[in-house]
Nanobody, 122 residues
Framework: QVQLVESGGGLVQPGESLRLSCAASGFAFSRARINWARQAPGKGLEWVSSIYNDSRAFYADSLKGRFTISRDNARNTVHLQMSSLKPEDTAVYYC????????????????WGQGTRVTVSS
């Protein structure tokens, strides 16, 4: 069974950094495109980043330069390094298999984790 488990979220102050992790199992991870999306309180789902099997990475324009996606195929894990965090980054962050067709995501398709909450507040 496909499983995706996000971790690493928490409460941080503006300007600080967090690294989120997505631990995957149940599919051919090394050949898969993995996506990050987020949902802010009261807002719709927003595509954040995708990483392809060859490690090509793509980001939402508003996040480019602050967020870095990477993958560790030996550990079946994708990371999202988030720097210079802003209050508007506050959201539940999800990783997904198949749930996004760049550059939009829908939780009605694909496989999704339960999410990890990131709160950026002073």
């Amino acid at each position: 069974q496909v499983q995706l488990v996000e971790s690493g979220g928490g409460l941080v102050q503006p300007g600080e950094s967090l690294r989120l992790s997505c631990a995957a199992s149940g599919f051919a991870f090394s050949r898969a495109r993995i996506n990050w999306a987020r949902q802010a309180p009261g807002k719709g789902l927003e595509w954040v980043s995708s990483i392809y099997n060859d490690s090509r990475a793509f980001y939402a324009d508003s996040l480019k330069g602050r967020f870095t996606i990477s993958r560790d195929n030996a550990r079946n894990t994708v990371h999202l390094q988030m720097s210079s965090l802003k209050p508007e980054d506050t959201a539940v962050y999800y990783c997904a298999l198949y749930g996004c067709s760049p550059y939009e995501c829908s939780k009605s398709s694909g496989y999704w984790g339960q999410g990890t909450r990131v709160t950026v507040s002073s």
